[in-house]
């Protein structure tokens, strides 16, 4: 093609969606991607056994069937092959001593089955979520909106007419609460903490940060209304969809383009260089869906502003993420009824177990009792895995960047702290234990399993620092206004014609593809 309008640098969620929106508006545009396939956190592969599909990464895409971008794209990718598959019952939890709660897509009936667990616990729940719908306006226009803009003025604005001005700062305050506060001061069951305490973990926040309580709703409200879908087939579907759909509207993608530093004319950004020599111009924009680090240190080099490369050093990323996938013989037999159809269980003793693992993490230990998060893809979706076999996909949103020790004292810790193979194992080994415990049968049922480190997620995707999966820390201070830098305006950078893009900014994390949503409306 001759020199695109814009490059796009990365192909993860934001940077598939804003291709394809510009796309749409008649753009030409080029995403360079350095690995040899696109998707960032998205991808599908036979990782244990031949005819077991699991997603590596990325699985449950609540976020994006719920997002603007998907509103607007959508029907296009459908026409291309996409497909969701859904279940009645998309989380829940389950204890160590059995106790575990079950939650629905219908909200009489998760009003019933809380208040029988605590009477009066599901009538609260009724108004947590009913909170988030009555606020709704608010809440996702500040969530998902472009912030340094007239219309969130105007939002603010009106709302601040509508409450009064401090009306509007007493919502906002609230809404600061941090997870543990909430939790505790609203339930009275373990149980119905313990259901909602383990989702601040994927966010990127603790139980103690703050506004971990305000997004736990956020995420109550998002799994009732639309349940936790899966892709059918594996997460590489959404990726062959996009792929189509950018490819017709002109666009072109290459893979195995590592873009080695950006050029720049007259302070402006105008093109990339590649890894290989290879120079590509820009008529109008270079868009990076990177972190800041790649951003600011590795692609501009000395030509990066002072400002930028100091804010960098101090921007954070948050904990690492540990995965293992199962290749299972049959259907696990949990001891819970209603467990076998969940699409998201949580493995916890509570919301102090997850403050706990979650602090000990955080200090750069082996939790002892690490949160566990399986995901049961075969009960969503069949054709991920042979007929009467099944598939798990576990998530351990606690796992230290750089270990300093164990929490349990079992475990030795590598001198230089960085994660080996036979920590790996060792570590899915406590995991899995914890797993076992709650199924009856268990380790005569698998087939194969296949673990990965945080150093192993970032080998596979080099803005996965340490393993962190968000971004960067979520916490509020690295939010907002403040995503990546408290000097950042939108997507802007300090350079003209380059733009910033991906988890570490606004609006964070997830696979809703916000910010490149975002910065297409915008160019």
């Known amino acids: 093609m001759n020199a695109p309008d814009h490059i796009i640098v990365g192909s993860g969620i934001n940077a598939l969606v804003c291709a394809a929106m510009l796309g749409g508006k008649g753009a ?16 599908t592969e036979e990782i244990t056994a031949p005819g077991f599909i699991h997603d590596v990464m990325a699985t449950t895409f609540v976020l994006f069937i719920t997002s603007p971008a998907f509103a607007a794209l959508g029907a296009d990718l459908a026409r291309h092959g996409l497909e969701f598959c859904h279940t009645g019952t998309p989380t829940g939890v389950l204890r160590p001593d059995g106790s575990h709660a079950v939650l629905s897509t219908d909200r009489a009936a998760n009003v019933t089955s809380l208040n029988a667990i605590a009477a009066g616990d599901g009538d609260r729940h009724a108004d947590d979520v009913g909170g988030i719908e009555r606020n709704a306006g608010l809440l996702f226009g500040l969530l998902g909106g472009s912030l340094w803009s007239y219309p969130t003025a105007r939002l603010l604005a009106g709302d601040a007419w509508r409450r009064g001005p401090r009306g509007l700062a007493a919502f906002l305050g609230e809404a600061l609460a941090p997870a543990r506060g909430w939790l505790e001061s609203t339930y009275q069951s373990e149980t119905i903490r313990a259901l909602w305490a383990p989702w601040v973990l994927h966010a990127g926040l603790g139980p103690e940060d703050a506004f971990s309580g305000q997004i736990a709703k956020v995420i109550a409200f998002a799994l009732e209304a639309a349940g936790a879908p899966i892709v059918k087939g594996g997460a ?40 290989s020599g290879e120079t590509v111009n820009a008529k109008k924009s270079v868009i990076c869906s990177v972190t800041p680090t790649q951003l600011y240190g590795r692609l501009l080099g000395a030509d990066a502003l002072k400002t930028d490369v100091e804010a960098t050093q101090k921007y954070r990323y948050g904990k690492g993420n540990f995965q293992i996938h199962y290749a299972l013989d049959k259907p696990p037999a949990w001891r819970g009824e209603g467990l076998d159809k ?28 690490p949160t566990i998060c399986v995901g049961q893809p075969h009960a969503l979706d069949p054709s991920r895995c042979p007929q009467g076999k099944a598939i798990l996909w576990l998530q351990l949103p606690e796992a230290p960047r750089h270990i300093k020790g164990d929490a349990a004292g079992k475990l030795g810790t590598p001198a230089d702290g960085q994660w080996t193979e036979a920590l790996r194992e060792a570590y899915a080994d406590r995991a899995e234990a914890i797993l076992a415990s709650h199924i009856d049968g268990f380790k005569d049922s ?11 997620l970032e080998a596979m995707n080099i803005n996965l620092v340490g393993g962190d999966p968000y971004g960067g820390s979520s916490t509020i201070d690295q939010s907002f206004l403040w995503r990546p ?39």
Request: some cysteine; hydrophobic content about 40%; charged content about 20%.
């Open 28 to 43: 030409k545009v080029l995403v360079l991607e350095r690995n040899d396939r696109i998707g960032g956190c998205m991808r």
């Open 236 to 275: 590489k579907n959404l990726l062959s969809a996009f792929e189509a759909l950018i490819t017709e509207r002109r666009g072109v993608i290459s893979t195995e383009a590592d873009v080695a530093s950006i050029i720049l004319t007259g302070g402006r950004a105008t093109g990339v260089r590649l890894a």
């Open 342 to 369: 969940v699409a998201l269980l949580h493995l916890t003793p509570g919301l102090d177990g997850v403050s706990k693992a979650c602090n000990e993490a955080a200090r750069g230990m082996l939790p002892e009792v």
């Open 446 to 456: 698998v087939i194969a399993r296949r673990a990965y480190s945080p150093a192993d």
């Open 485 to 523: 830098f408290k000097t950042s305006r939108n997507h802007q950078t300090g350079i003209k014609g380059l733009y910033h893009i991906g988890a570490s900014t606004h609006p964070g994390a997830g696979l809703g593809g916000g910010s490149g949503f975002l910065l297409a409306g915008r160019l």
